[in-house]
């Protein structure tokens, strides 16, 4: 199971990435980027994934929504090329694919706990929490910028590399996981879907 | 002085061979006394689960104190010595060579496992299906667990097997081992050899833990389940009993002391006490397999009668010994052994012994009193004289004559207190019995929620003539399952065929594989339009034609895995045969419902080729206790009305008969109302209690009715202070009692102190008013 952990937790932050992150080496903007993003309640937006692994003779991509509620609720709806929909609640992970659906509690995955912790952290502007998992790198400004995540826990590492987040303001544009053995995923943020 | 001396050496040699008896008899605490006679069918599959069921020898280890990275390697540690402990079977902490372990076997053996392994699985279109399904889990959060076997596994064996085995509710992980959900404890879950009824090995196992833990500064360690239950009653009740006793005997020998002012005289009150309950236990010994533990509690309750016999040989002057007193006793033995003797053909062992012990108990210590008792007392023999007690007694007793009137409110407010009750009066779950404190039960619950093993309280059983015909029972059984967890019905089950699959499940699964070549060129065709080439999923070729080719999985293959000790300890040997045992899980909390348990009762009995039943067992264990009580009930009424008839049969009056009932059904209707007013609910020992309190309190009335029938005989005022001395005895001993943790002894110590207490004054209040010493007999008619 602790595979899979890792995995939900490169989906949440992949998720997630509609709110931030934040920086070690705290300029001015990356304090002022944290107000920003804490500020934003909700929001809907659409996106297109692209996940590169090695194994496949070509990417997989696929489409859909990103629904947010300030502070821990965020749902992922996959409409193309099938549907399925997650959603993190509470720090419970929903996934229901076909007519299946699978719960599982992110406490019980350790794992996991940095990677929302760091969104928790983020929004709540709560920077200690935030430093306890990651070495963050803030680059640009606030109109253009850089977070650069590094897990700073070895198990973490094994997996996951490193996490890219790109934003204009308080709008997350892309957010860039790269694994450790060359897979690679993007997940593009698209405009706000009308209400 | 021949006779005496005859009797105390027929008592000598009855004593040798009941302390011979005694000596070589078996003494148990545990649920035995609870178990029927003779059971049903259903109540033999419970007490088969009770006795050996997996869920009986389950053991929940938590560590706690110091930091995570002491309890994770003390709970490696205590893993590796377990583990080489022949007291268990099965030891897990989660560490990640033996998941590792299960997995590896699981990976292995997928296409002998995998419920969805079928000819149409290995068809182009079927195989298509299944590749695309997994590329969709690939790129969902799964996939990262799916990522390195895909190459191997691309048509998702694995995680198909993964997810029906659980649903994941295991404890969670702290620095590589299982934890608790704060993460403040280790967790182990041992499943120990012996079966849960062996008490004993029970014990060793649990001191066997305790000592590969050894002492770790800062550190303690937990445990529950079960066996530890199980072990800890039998120790709370051997306790208890001893405890108990020995403040009873304590207090009782100072009240003596206090009155009788004479030693000799005092120790002379308890031959008659010890030989009754020497004679029980023998008794006991000889008509049952086993002595149980709370029978011997009952010891105590003998003190409380048969103290009183020697207290009337004493107090009430030895010339009236043999013409007035000795009747009087004789009657009262009489109307207890009535009452007791009812108790005899119950179902339930625990009321069958205790009615033995106490008419055998009783009748040995009155027989002592009367035959042998007056041939030791000593030439010189005197105790203080009580006249100026009894005489101040019986003032009293006069003066509240006078307002016996209000006695009328006893029915009345009791009646009441019954009837706005009349809902809750009866607990009739056995739990009622339990004697584990509170403290340890919710730790017990908090163990489990943080180990993710619920109590199992729905079992489908299947029984078949041999072990394999069993597993396959078991599979067909869990593909009617299957869909119930779908619908919401249940939340999932376990099932020992899931890892253990039956051989001609074995066989359909391997026949549905292709040959390697025809399988490589439908796995071309399949990928059309996928986004894998054929060249990489070459590994999964290899590993189809090597499962084609395998021998059969045997429970051999299982050894060294958690998965197989857990498989095995649902696959039991049963009377006739073999079981498979297939537990339940409820949605959302512990109780299907009624509903849902109705549904998988017809998803049982749509397959008619093998024989399941689902077992309740709480609601089985509640309705066989709940019967006990009934039929405790019943006797206890029968030996009423036993009593009543031998009295009627004594004393050949109505109204006298009358006069020495009326007390004693008062008392038992105050004690009722009194208690159900205080909130508490009847169990079968409160109605144990009642039968107490009228064969004590019979010989209170009697001695009642006998100074108003017989006025010439003996001294009134020294009948009431003797009267009243054996009812402080009793009222000292149940008072002991009542204060006790066993709820056994505590509901009967709680009944029986104030219902003693109130027939004697009951007694008094209601008791023709005796005429003048002098006078001519009036009674009696």
Known sequence: MRLRCTGVGVLILALAACAAAAQTTAPPAFDELLQLLAARRHGHVTFTEVQQLAMLDRPLESSG????????RLEKRTLKPKAQTLILEHGVLTARRGHRTYVMELRDYPQVVPFVESIRATLAGD???????FRVQFDGTLGAWTLLLVPVDATLAGAVKDIRIEGERDAVRTVEIRQSDGDRSLLSIGPEVAP | MTRPGAAGLIWA???????????RATYTADLSAFLPRSPSATQRLLIEQLRTGPAARLILVALEGADARTRARLSVQLARELRSDPHFIAVNNGDAASLERDREFLFR????????????????????????????????????????????????????ILEALGPGRGPRTTQGVWSSRDGARALLIVQTRAAGSDIDAQQAACQAIRRAFGAERGTALLMSGPPVFAVASRAIIKGEVMRLSGVSAALI???????????PALLLTLVPVASGALAGVACVALGFDAVHGITLGFGITLIGEAVDYSIYLFIQSAAHWRDSVWPTIRLGVLTSICGFAALLPSAFPGLAQLGLYSVTGLVAAALVTRFVLPGWLPRTFAIRDLSALGERLAR????????????????????????????????????????????????????????????????????????????????????LLTPLIDQ???????????????????????????????????????????????????????????????????????????????????????????????????????????????????????????????????????????????????????????????????????????????????SVLAVAGLLVALGERLTILHVVGMLLIVAVGSNYALFFDRSSAQPHQGSVPLTLASLLIANTATVLTFGVLACSRVPVLADLGSTVAPGTLLALWFSALLARPPAPPDAAPTGGS
């Open chain 1, 65 to 72: 929504e990103l629904l947010y509620e300030a502070p821990d």
């Open chain 1, 127 to 133: 920077r200690a929490a935030l430093e306890r998992f």
């Open chain 2, 13 to 23: 040699l009855l004593v040798i061979i009941a302390a011979g008896i005694a000596a």
């Open chain 2, 109 to 160: 053996h997928r296409y002998l496992l995998s419920e969805t392994v079928t000819p149409q699985r290995f068809t182009v279109a079927g195989l298509h299906a299944a590749i695309a399904d997994s590329l969709d889990v690939l790129a969902s959060p799964e996939g990262a667990l799916l990522k390195p076997l895909f190459t191997r596994d691309p048509t998702g064996e694995m995680l198909g």
């Open chain 2, 253 to 263: 020998a100072l009240l003596l002391l206090s009155v009788y002012r004479s030693l």
């Open chain 2, 396 to 479: 009293t007793v006069q003066t509240l004559r006078g307002v016996r009137s209000a006695l009328w409110l006893v029915p009345l407010l009791a009646g009441a207190a019954l009837y706005v009750h009349r809902g809750t009066l009866w607990n009739r779950e056995l739990s009622a019995l339990n004697p584990i404190p509170a403290a340890d039960q919710a730790l017990d619950e908090q163990l489990r929620a943080d180990a993710g093993a619920p109590d199992v309280r729905y079992v489908i059983v299947a029984s078949a003539p041999d072990r394999e015909s069993a597993l396959a029972a078991a599979h067909t059984l869990g593909a």
């Open chain 2, 488 to 666: 919401g019905v249940i939340a999932g089950f376990e099932s020992p065929a899931r890892v253990l699959a039956p051989l001609s499940v074995q066989r359909t699964r391997r026949a549905s594989l292709p040959a390697s070549s025809e399988l490589s060129a439908r796995l071309q065709e399949a990928l059309a339009g996928l986004p894998v080439s054929a060249a990489r999923l070459q590994p999964f070729l290899l590993d189809v034609e090597r499962a084609r080719t395998a021998p059969p999985l045997t429970g051999a293959d299982l050894e060294g895995t958690s998965l197989g000790a857990a498989a095995e300890g649902l696959l039991v040997r049963s009377a006739g045969g073999w079981s498979a045992l297939l537990p339940l899980f409820a949605v959302a909390s512990a109780d299907l419902s009624a509903s849902a348990v109705a549904r998988v009762r017809a998803a049982l009995a749509q397959e008619r080729s093998v024989h399941a039943v689902l077992l309740d067992l709480q609601g089985e264990a509640d309705r066989l206790y709940s019967g006990y009580l009934s039929e405790a009930m019943q006797l206890a009424i029968a030996g009423f009305g036993a009593i009543v008839l031998l009295l009627w049969v004594a004393l050949r009056s109505f109204a006298r008969v009358a006069r020495v009932v009326a007390p004693l059904a008062l």
